[in-house]
């Protein structure tokens, strides 16, 4: 029976009692296919289980050196009566609760980013050690480090959502080729295209964001974006604009499972329908700015996706390629 079938409890729960279990010992078969069958219910709790385990691996190497310091109590050892799951420094329920009280220590103290990723075609959500929960993107992958004086995010490529945890004595900074955004506690949105545009959304709260000299009109300094705010940097300059609601869920529609186009040329919906399948789709310069006003929904397969478009744009015409890509041009094109 899985540890969690008892209860309803968080999924970080449930990978903590995992973890405990297979640092315990072996699993019988019959715990081999509850733990399958529990992996299999969510894409996201493999890499949940793998932190868990390098947690644990972490406290190992740590929890003598807190004793010593008398930050955290041993428990007395005990010569088992027979052989048992449970590591024998902690209880599967006290392993839980030191996920939680020594995985922030774990973490600041490494000295090492810890790499989050969301593949291509899905989308991954993440809560960092201090409560903050990071919501990814497809093919995004961002670097995670904690101090006592900051918390750190690098995004090189991609997009994410963040929900960050108000601390003002530890800002709050996520770096990108284009710049970085600074706050202590809000919501807010970055998307980051190929090092050549930088595009941040606030939900909630405010944030500041200082671009890099990349851009061409780059501010003197940081600029102060509110909820409802978009900045958007890249080679011809920074431009701010409030958002009306509808916009604004726009923009955020990804985290729904659904790619939004108003007004978009076909050449940059195609560029990024190409990032989140991973798959190139080509259009030709007669097609590339025919305009795209529609929603697709992303848990649909590419090949649905682009039958969507035929539907949605009557004057063009899509062909598959055999590399699974796809090409798109005008039908009155020979």
């Not at 219910?41 to 289980?49: A, F, I, K, S, T």
Request: no cysteine; aromatic share 6%; glycine share 8%.
């Amino acid at each position: 029976m899985s540890p969690a079938d008892k209860f309803s409890i968080p999924a970080e729960d449930e990978a903590s009692l995992w973890a405990a279990r297979l640092d315990g010992g072996e699993l019988s078969e019959s715990d081999r296919a509850d733990l399958e069958g529990w992996l299999a219910g969510d894409p996201g709790r493999r890499e949940l289980l793998d932190n868990f385990r390098r947690l644990s691996a972490g406290l190992d190497r740590l929890l003598p050196a807190l004793a010593a310091q008398g930050r955290v109590e041993m428990p007395a050892q005990r010569a088992p009566a027979r052989p048992s799951w449970r590591p024998s420094w902690i209880t599967a329920g006290a392993f839980a609760v030191a996920a939680v009280v020594a995985g922030t220590v774990w973490i600041e103290w490494s000295g090492r980013p810890e790499r989050m990723t969301a593949p291509v075609a899905q989308r991954r959500s993440f809560t960092l050690s201090d409560g903050t929960r990071v919501e990814l993107n497809a093919n995004t992958s961002i670097s995670v480090k904690s101090s006592r004086g900051e918390r750190r995010v690098g995004l090189a490529d991609g997009e994410a959502y963040f929900e960050v945890t108000k601390d003002r004595s530890r800002p709050f900074i996520v770096e990108t080729p284009m710049g970085s955004v600074r706050v202590t506690g809000t919501q807010f949105n970055v998307r980051e295209l190929g090092k050549s545009e930088l595009v941040v959304t606030v939900v909630e709260g405010s944030v500041q964001v200082r671009s890099d000299d990349s851009a061409a009109a780059h501010a003197a300094g940081p600029v102060a974006l509110g909820a409802g705010d978009r900045l958007v940097a890249d080679e011809t300059g920074v431009t701010v604009t409030a958002l009306p609601k509808a916009s604004l869920d726009d923009a955020l529609a990804w985290r729904d499972g659904w790619i939004v186009f108003r007004g978009t040329p076909l050449s940059k919906a195609l560029a990024e329908l190409t990032r989140y399948y991973g798959r190139t789709i080509a259009v030709t310069d007669s097609a590339a700015g025919v305009k795209l006003n529609t929603r697709f929904h992303l848990e649909d397969d590419l090949d649905g996706v682009l039958a969507s478009l035929e539907v949605s744009l009557p004057e063009v015409r899509v062909e598959r390629e055999a590399d699974g890509g796809a090409k798109v041009s005008l039908r009155a094109e020979r």
